[in-house]
């Protein structure tokens, strides 16, 4: 039986760990912008921007050329950063075969609409099987080998299975979910609190308050995923809680670094000139505390986050207003 042809749409360092996972699986072609990416995947199986020197799976095929890598796709995967999302898949729509699934690795919400990854895809292509593969997943310790898990939701469960042996690696383990709203959610809310977390860690704050902003980061993650239709359950799993403590915690994480930086003193131009690389949060920021406010979800620490990125607020009085709400019932009050 003929192998599906997997593409993966953005060359950057998340896009290229897994494709460099799926052309172990299947024939597999990633598409970037980049010419030097391809030129360097394609001749030194390397992705040097974005990973350095970490080898990637010679037998990953790169190509500049979108018409051509969308129409040999049996199935796409969307890893470019949240707001292109919709342009790149409007120019792959003309050339998509109509029954192709989906598989978005985007962690990030839509600035104006407000619409998770998933649910831009269903817009621009609509009847194709879509769904989210999120969790702990630095990709540069995904390229290096060390052993990681993540989670693919799609509606459809038997189709998740089959997909599953594609993205999967005897390190990489992927399990599956129906739970695409709660997988979503959780992938693009953790980016909100590793920046609240890069806050503490800036100010030098220590370990126990880390530990109150990530825990405390849980409850607002849940609350708002729980009220956006998500399981419960979800949020203590591998893309809730296991994303959320790799964020957070992680030296190599993008969001976590602007908290850092924010609270160093420097503006979000200067530390976007410094990443190169997306880091979601920030943009995700401003659409969060929309969906809080509709969803009647009370969420301090995003709250925080967003006043200080979008609104100028000092990273040391984030903190002092979050330190002055009084401490109500730890699971059921609405205070931090
Ligand atoms: N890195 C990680 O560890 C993980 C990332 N993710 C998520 O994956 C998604 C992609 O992130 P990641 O790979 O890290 O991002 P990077 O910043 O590493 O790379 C972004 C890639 O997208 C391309 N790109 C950016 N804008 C456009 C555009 N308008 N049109 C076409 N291509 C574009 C870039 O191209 P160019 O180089 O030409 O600018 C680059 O290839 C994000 O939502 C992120 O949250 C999820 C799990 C882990
Ligand atoms: O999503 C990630 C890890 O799971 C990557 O996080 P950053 O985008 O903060 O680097």
Redesign the pocket.
């Given at each position: 039986m003929r192998r599906p042809h997997v593409t993966i749409l953005?060359?950057?360092?998340?896009?290229t760990a897994v494709a460099s996972i799926a052309a172990r699986n299947a024939p597999t072609t990633i598409w970037?912008?980049?010419e030097a990416?391809v030129e360097d995947i394609n001749t030194r199986h390397i992705n040097s921007?974005?990973l350095g020197d970490l080898p990637i799976n010679p037998a990953l095929r790169a190509t500049t050329d979108l018409a051509q890598a969308v129409a040999q796709a049996d199935v796409l995967v969307l890893?470019?950063?949240?707001q292109?999302c919709r342009?790149?898949l409007g120019e792959a729509a003309d050339h998509l075969r109509p029954w192709v699934p989906v598989v978005s690795?985007?962690?990030?919400l839509e600035q104006g609409s407000q619409l998770r990854m998933t649910e831009v895809v269903s817009e621009v292509l609509p009847g194709h099987p879509v769904g989210v593969l999120n969790g702990p997943?630095?990709?540069r310790e995904i390229v290096q080998g060390y052993a990681a898990a993540a989670t693919l939701a799609m509606p459809d469960q038997q189709l998740a299975e089959s997909l599953q042996g594609i993205l999967r690696s005897t390190m990489f383990r992927v399990y599956t979910s129906t739970d695409v709203v709660g997988v979503e959610v959780a992938g693009a809310l953790k980016?909100i609190f590793a920046i609240a977390t890069g806050f503490g860690d800036g100010l030098e704050a220590g370990d126990n308050t880390r530990a109150m902003v990530i825990t405390r980061s849980l409850r607002e993650l849940t609350r708002l995923g729980v009220a956006m239709g998500g399981h419960e359950q979800t949020f203590s799993g591998l893309a809730g809680m296991g994303d959320l403590i790799a964020t957070c915690t992680s030296p190599h994480s993008r969001n976590r670094r602007v908290g850092i930086m924010l609270a160093q003193g420097k503006n979000l131009d200067e530390i976007a000139a410094e990443l190169k690389?997306?880091a979601?949060g920030v943009k995700s920021s401003s659409v969060v505390v929309e969906l809080a406010r509709e969803h009647g979800v009370e969420m301090r620490i995003a709250r925080e986050v967003d006043a200080v990125i979008n609104h100028g607020q000092a990273v040391v009085k984030a903190y002092r207003g979050l330190l002055r709400e009084a401490p109500e019932h730890e699971f059921h009050g609405e205070s931090w």
């Amino acid at each position: 039986m003929r192998r599906p042809h997997v593409t993966i749409l953005g060359g950057g360092s998340w896009g290229t760990a897994v494709a460099s996972i799926a052309a172990r699986n299947a024939p597999t072609t990633i598409w970037a912008r980049d010419e030097a990416t391809v030129e360097d995947i394609n001749t030194r199986h390397i992705n040097s921007r974005y990973l350095g020197d970490l080898p990637i799976n010679p037998a990953l095929r790169a190509t500049t050329d979108l018409a051509q890598a969308v129409a040999q796709a049996d199935v796409l995967v969307l890893g470019v950063p949240s707001q292109a999302c919709r342009a790149v898949l409007g120019e792959a729509a003309d050339h998509l075969r109509p029954w192709v699934p989906v598989v978005s690795l985007v962690k990030g919400l839509e600035q104006g609409s407000q619409l998770r990854m998933t649910e831009v895809v269903s817009e621009v292509l609509p009847g194709h099987p879509v769904g989210v593969l999120n969790g702990p997943n630095i990709a540069r310790e995904i390229v290096q080998g060390y052993a990681a898990a993540a989670t693919l939701a799609m509606p459809d469960q038997q189709l998740a299975e089959s997909l599953q042996g594609i993205l999967r690696s005897t390190m990489f383990r992927v399990y599956t979910s129906t739970d695409v709203v709660g997988v979503e959610v959780a992938g693009a809310l953790k980016n909100i609190f590793a920046i609240a977390t890069g806050f503490g860690d800036g100010l030098e704050a220590g370990d126990n308050t880390r530990a109150m902003v990530i825990t405390r980061s849980l409850r607002e993650l849940t609350r708002l995923g729980v009220a956006m239709g998500g399981h419960e359950q979800t949020f203590s799993g591998l893309a809730g809680m296991g994303d959320l403590i790799a964020t957070c915690t992680s030296p190599h994480s993008r969001n976590r670094r602007v908290g850092i930086m924010l609270a160093q003193g420097k503006n979000l131009d200067e530390i976007a000139a410094e990443l190169k690389q997306v880091a979601e949060g920030v943009k995700s920021s401003s659409v969060v505390v929309e969906l809080a406010r509709e969803h009647g979800v009370e969420m301090r620490i995003a709250r925080e986050v967003d006043a200080v990125i979008n609104h100028g607020q000092a990273v040391v009085k984030a903190y002092r207003g979050l330190l002055r709400e009084a401490p109500e019932h730890e699971f059921h009050g609405e205070s931090w």
